[in-house]
């Protein structure tokens, strides 16, 4: 069975930084592109970023760009997001995602998921 896992988020201020990651087991994501997305109450889940199997391209929304940095090592199945420079606006729960065809596709069509972990930015 697939499951991607995720953990580092926190309660943190502003100005400050976080980094999450996304540890995928049950098969390997080497050759899929992944990303992150993140969800507030009583909207849809937004594109926050997403890299290529090789971390040659990666992409970002224009709300985290400069600030956000996505990164994966394939040896250990994992996905990164550093977030530095936090404001409250990021509050929101963290997803990350395997398996995109599409960079920042409204819905987002990712075909696995992650169960999400919190961050919350205090002013």
């Known amino acids: 069975q697939v499951h991607l896992v995720e953990s580092g988020g926190a309660l943190v201020e502003a100005g400050g930084s976080l980094r999450l990651s996304c540890v995928a087991s049950?098969?390997?994501?080497?050759?899929?592109?992944m990303g992150w997305f993140r969800q507030t109450p009583g909207k849809g889940r937004e594109f926050v970023s997403q890299?290529?199997?090789?971390?040659?391209?990666?992409y970002y929304a224009d709300s985290v760009k400069g600030r956000f940095t996505i990164s994966r090592d394939n040896a250990r199945n994992t996905l990164y997001l550093q977030m530095d420079s936090l404001k409250p606006e990021d509050t929101a729960v963290y997803y990350c995602?395997?398996?995109?065809?599409?960079?920042?596709?409204?819905?987002?069509?990712?075909?696995?998921w992650g169960q999400g972990t919190q961050v919350t930015v205090s002013s």
């Open positions: 995602a395997a398996q995109l065809s599409i960079v920042a596709a409204t819905p987002p069509d990712a075909n696995y």
């Open positions: 049950g098969r390997t994501f080497s050759t899929d592109v």
């Open positions: 890299i290529d199997p090789s971390s040659r391209r990666t």
